[in-house]
T-cell receptor, first 114, second 117 residues
């Protein structure tokens, strides 16, 4: 049972345009959500997070939106740059008693073309 | 210093070998994790240590044995592995393992690419 889903395996975007990566979850106990970026043969790098009491969080070119009623979140990257090309993982956690168990989505491969 | 350092970066071992993976962080984090990532799959949690005590074991086979000698170090001892155990093993840490709040982040190391032959 996959509790965090990223239904788009890949996304291709032109440099300078907006990249939108989507993530859906099923477990209503999740109350913190994180996005990670991963290059091949490296560990994931934390990008941005959002808690369930907010619907938007911004950090530079990265904005995460959370729609709790739809159990959906998205990561917007504006403007997209070739260096953003990587695999992006959405992760979720139930903050109260989770002992730090992050549940990851399958990942979306983002390719930004010059 | 926001680094989680894992050694070795690559490891090839036979099915009868005993080896250890090491992980170190100096951020004062009190929770440390082992994740396993197979190709084209998301990372999957194996173990969580919180305040140097094992908090979560996600039904991992006993051929994987974690150890947390102190708050900065996490080891994963490997013995009698199978070829299907070949994967990228990721270590992570966060400030607190039990409770997360909006400022909590988990920092990952670069991983150890393990091949079992």
């Amino acid at each position: 049972d996959q509790q965090v889903k990223q239904n788009s395996p890949s996304l291709s975007v032109q440099e300078g345009r907006i990249s939108i990566l989507n993530c859906d979850y099923t477990n209503s106990m999740f109350d913190y959500f994180l996005w990670y970026k991963k290059y091949p043969a490296e560990g994931p790098t934390f990008l941005i997070s959002i808690s369930s009491i907010k619907d938007k969080n911004e950090d530079g070119r990265f904005t995460v939106f959370l729609n709790k009623s739809a159990k959906h979140l998205s990561l917007h990257i504006v403007p997209s740059q070739p260096g953003d090309s990587a695999v992006y993982f959405c992760a979720a956690i139930a903050g109260g008693t989770s002992y730090g168990k992050l549940t990851f989505g399958q990942g979306t491969i983002l390719t930004v073309h010059p | 210093d926001t680094e989680v350092t894992q050694t070795p970066k690559h490891l090839v071992m036979g099915m009868t070998n005993k080896k250890s993976l090491k992980c170190e962080q100096h951020m004062g984090h009190r929770a440390m994790y082992w994740y396993k990532q197979k190709a084209k799959k998301p990372p999957e949690l194996m173990f969580v240590y919180s305040y140097e005590k094992l908090s979560i074991n996600e039904s991992v086979p006993s051929r994987f044995s974690p150890e947390c000698p102190n708050s900065s170090l996490l080891n994963l001892h490997l013995h009698a592995l199978q070829p299907e155990d070949s994967a990228l093993y990721l270590c992570a840490s966060s400030q607190e393992g039990i409770r997360w709040d909006r400022d909590t982040e988990a920092f990952f190391g670069q991983g150890t690419r393990l091949t079992v032959v």
